[in-house]
C-alpha cells in the first residue's frame, strides 16, 4: 500500500470512527430528543452544526469546480447560499421559533389552519428534500470511487450503505453533535489545501487576498488576468466576466437559491431547537460566519484549481504534455470515469482547447476538481487525504440532516399528525427509520443517473424549495389576513409550475430519457434556466395566494390573533408538541 | 397592544433598510451593475466581480448582526423581551 492510500485510509476511517462514536453516545432516547435535541444547544454550536448541516457536498466537492469552469458565473452560487441567511434572519426564523412548533409542516397547519396545507407541506417538503439528497449521492458516490479506486457506480452504493447505517442510528441530538465534529473536519479540510496552493501561486496565505494578488513567479501579472488571458488564448470565455446565460438568469438564479435557502425545512428546523428568539436572530449570523469561512475561500480554490489545471496540461503555449507522461492523479481519476482523454489528432500531447472538435479532454467531471485540486498542486500526501475526509463529511451530515427531515415529516407531520394520531411514540420513531431507508433506496438509484454536477442538482431542490414553502412562510407571518385557502392555491400553483417546467426539461423526476422538452437552451423562457426557474415559481406562488385571498375573503379573527403573538418575541417557551 | 403595534412597524423599517442594502450588494453591484463596476480595480479584482464573489457575502454578514443588535434595543423598548 502505498502512502496516499495509508494516509486516505486514516483520515477517512478515523474520521467516520468519530462521528459514529459521538452519534452512539448523544443518541436519541425520546422522539423529541430524535427532532430537536431538547433545545439545549448554544447559538455558536447551532452556527456551526448548522454549517455543517448546509455545506453539503455540493458546496464542499462541487461548488469551486463549477466556479473553476464558470468563472463569473459561478458567483450566483456565492451570493445564492449566503444571502439566503440574511432572509432567514429577518423574515422567518424568530417568528417561527416564537411559536414553538418542531417542524414546518406543523407551523403551516398551524398558521393555515389546515389538514389539507398541511399534507401540501409535506409533499413540496419531500419533493425539494429529495432532488436535495440525489445531489449529495453524486458527491458520495464520486468521493468513494476516488477513495476506494471503484468505478462511480459502486461508489455510490457504498457510500449509500455508510449514510443509511449513519442516519438511522441517530437522531437529531446525535446529529447536532457529529455536525459540530464535522465542521471542523470539513473546515480544516477545504481551507489547508487553499492556504497551501495560495501560498504556492502568490505567496499570500489568506485565499481571499492571494485571489486578488500578483502571481509570485516574479511577473507581476496579477493572477485573475494571467487565468483570463490563458483561457482565452484557447477559446474559451474570460473567466471574470463569463456571464452565465444573461443577467437576467443570473438574477434568477441568485433570487431562487436565496428564497430556496430560507425555505428548505432541513435548516429552519434548526432554528427550532436554540432556546430563544434572540438566540434564533444571532443563531443565523453564527450560521453565516462559519458558512463564510469556506464561502469566500471557495472562488479562489476554484479560480487556482483552473489555474493549475491549465497549467498542467500546457504548462507554456504550444508545449502539451504527453498523454504517455501524464502525472499519477489523471490516471487515478481516469478509473473513475469521470476524467476522459481522447487522442483525436493521434499525436500523443493532450489538447484542452474550447473547441469541441479538436478538445482531447472529453470528459472532465466539475465534481472531481476540488478532490482532485491538492493533487493537481503537487501538495502533500496528508493534505489529499483530509480532503477526501472533508469531503465525505460535507456530503454525510447533510445527507442525514436531510433524511431526518423527511422521515420527520412522513412520520410526525403525515402519519400522527394527520392520519394515525394515536400512534406511539415508539412506532412513530420505527415509521421514521422505515421511511428514510426508502428514501435513501430511491435517491440512491436516481443518483445513478443525476440531473446535473452535483451543485446544479441541488439548485433545482432549492427552486421546488423556494416556488413551495418560502411564500407560504412569509406570508403566513407578514401577511395576517392570508387565509388558508389562498396558501394553499400559491403553494399548489407555485411548484406546479416549477416543477412542470423542470420536468419537461430535464425528465419526470429526473428519469432519464422522460424530458419531453429536451435539456437545450433555446426551449428556455426568457433564456431562465431550469435550475433558475424557482424565483419564477415564487413569483407565482404570491400572485395566486393574492388574488385567491381576494376573491375568497381574509383568515379568521384568531388566527390573526396568533399572528400578533408570533411577531413579538414577548412570552416564548420551549418548543413544545400539541 | 397600541405598542406592540409600533414595535412591529420599527421591526419592518429596520427589515426594509438590511433588505434595501441586502438587494444592492448582490443583485446590484453583483448582477446588475457588474460591467461598469468592473472598470474599477481592487488589487487584481475587478469590482464588480469582486461584489460578486467576495464583498456581498461579507455584507450579509454585517447586516444579520447589525439586524439582531438592533433588534435586541427594539425589544427592550417596547418591554417584550422574553422573560
Known amino acids: 500500500m502505498d502512502e496516499l492510500k495509508l494516509y486516505t485510509y486514516i483520515a477517512v476511517f478515523g474520521s467516520f470512527a468519530m462521528y459514529f462514536a459521538i452519534a452512539w453516545w448523544a443518541r436519541a432516547g425520546s422522539t423529541s430528543d430524535f427532532y430537536v435535541a431538547g433545545g439545549g444547544v448554544t447559538p455558536m454550536q447551532n452556527g456551526m452544526a448548522i454549517g455543517a448541516d448546509w455545506m453539503s457536498a455540493a458546496s464542499f466537492i462541487s461548488m469551486a469546480g463549477l466556479i473553476a469552469f464558470l468563472g463569473y458565473g459561478g458567483s450566483v452560487f456565492l451570493m445564492g447560499w449566503t444571502g439566503g441567511y440574511v432572509l432567514l434572519a429577518m423574515l422567518l426564523a424568530p417568528y417561527m421559533r416564537k411559536h414553538g412548533k418542531f417542524t414546518v409542516p406543523e407551523f403551516i397547519s398551524d398558521r393555515y389552519y389546515s389538514k389539507t396545507a398541511r399534507i401540501v407541506a409535506v409533499v413540496c417538503l419531500i419533493i425539494a428534500s429529495l432532488t436535495y439528497i440525489i445531489g449529495q449521492m453524486k458527491g458520495v458516490g464520486v468521493a468513494f470511487s476516488r477513495f476506494l479506486e471503484v468505478e462511480y457506480d459502486n461508489g455510490l452504493y457504498i457510500g449509500m450503505a455508510v449514510v443509511w447505517v449513519y442516519a438511522v442510528l441517530g437522531g437529531m441530538k446525535g446529529i447536532t453533535y457529529t455536525q459540530i465534529a464535522q465542521y471542523c473536519v470539513l473546515i480544516f479540510a477545504y481551507t489547508i489545501p487553499a492556504i497551501f496552493i495560495s501560498l504556492q501561486l502568490t505567496g499570500n496565505p489568506i485565499p481571499q487576498l492571494g485571489l486578488g494578488s500578483t502571481l509570485a513567479d516574479g511577473s507581476g501579472v496579477y493572477l485573475l488576468d494571467k487565468l483570463d488571458m490563458v483561457v482565452t488564448e484557447l477559446g474559451f470565455k474570460e473567466y471574470t466576466t463569463n456571464n452565465m446565460g444573461g443577467s437576467l438568469n443570473m438574477f434568477a438564479y441568485t433570487m431562487s437559491l436565496m428564497i430556496g435557502t430560507a425555505g428548505l425545512p432541513h435548516v429552519i428546523m434548526r432554528f427550532f431547537t436554540v432556546p430563544s428568539v434572540k438566540a434564533a436572530r444571532s443563531s443565523a449570523g453564527y450560521a453565516l460566519v462559519f458558512i463564510a469561512l469556506l464561502y469566500t475561500v471557495a472562488p479562489a480554490v476554484g479560480a487556482m484549481a483552473r489555474f493549475n489545471l491549465m497549467n498542467t496540461i500546457e504548462p507554456a503555449a504550444g508545449q502539451n504534455m504527453d498523454y504517455a507522461e501524464r502525472p499519477q492523479w489523471f490516471k487515478d481519476w481516469e478509473k473513475t470515469g469521470l476524467l476522459k482523454f481522447e487522442d483525436k489528432n493521434a499525436d500523443g500531447k493532450i489538447q484542452y482547447v474550447a473547441d469541441k472538435e479538436k478538445n482531447e479532454m472529453v470528459k472532465v467531471d466539475r465534481d472531481i476538481m476540488v478532490l482532485a485540486n491538492p493533487a493537481i498542486a503537487n501538495l502533500p500526501n496528508w493534505v489529499i487525504a483530509l480532503v477526501a475526509a472533508g469531503g465525505l463529511a460535507a456530503a454525510l451530515s447533510t445527507a442525514a440532516g436531510l433524511l431526518l427531515a423527511i422521515s420527520s415529516s412522513i412520520s410526525h407531520d403525515l402519519m400522527k399528525g394527520v392520519l394515525t394520531p394515536d400512534m406511539s411514540e415508539k412506532n412513530e420513531l420505527l415509521a421514521g427509520r422505515i421511511v428514510m431507508t426508502l428514501a435513501i433506496l430511491v435517491s440512491g438509484y436516481l443518483g445513478l443517473n443525476p440531473p446535473g454536477f452535483a451543485a446544479g442538482t441541488v439548485a433545482l431542490a432549492f427552486g421546488l424549495a423556494a416556488s413551495s414553502i418560502f411564500p407560504a412562510l412569509m406570508m403566513g407571518i407578514f401577511a395576517k389576513k392570508m387565509s388558508g385557502t389562498a396558501a394553499v392555491a400559491g403553494m399548489c400553483a407555485g411548484i406546479g409550475v416549477t416543477m412542470l417546467y423542470v420536468f419537461q426539461h430535464k425528465g419526470i423526476m429526473f428519469i432519464p430519457g422522460t424530458s419531453f422538452l429536451g435539456d437545450m437552451g433555446p426551449n428556455w423562457f426568457l433564456g431562465i434556466s431550469p435550475n433558475a426557474f424557482g424565483a419564477v415559481g415564487a413569483l407565482v406562488n404570491f400572485g395566486v395566494a393574492f388574488a385567491v385571498l381576494k376573491v375568497t375573503g381574509p383568515a379568521p379573527a384568531h388566527i390573526q390573533e396568533m399572528v400578533d403573538n408570533f411577531r413579538i418575541p414577548h412570552g416564548a417557551g420551549a418548543a413544545h408538541d400539541h | ?83
Open chain 2, 1 to 83: 397592544m397600541e405598542g406592540n403595534t409600533t414595535y412591529w412597524q420599527e421591526n419592518l423599517r429596520l427589515i426594509f433598510i438590511c433588505l434595501v442594502i441586502w438587494f444592492v450588494v448582490s443583485f446590484g453591484f453583483g448582477i446588475l451593475l457588474v460591467e461598469p463596476l468592473n472598470a474599477i480595480r481592487l488589487g487584481g479584482y475587478k469590482l464588480g466581480f469582486w461584489f460578486a464573489q467576495q464583498g456581498s457575502i461579507y455584507t450579509f454578514l454585517g447586516l444579520i448582526f447589525w439586524y439582531s443588535a438592533q433588534m435586541n434595543k427594539l425589544d427592550k423598548k417596547y418591554n417584550v423581551e422574553e422573560s
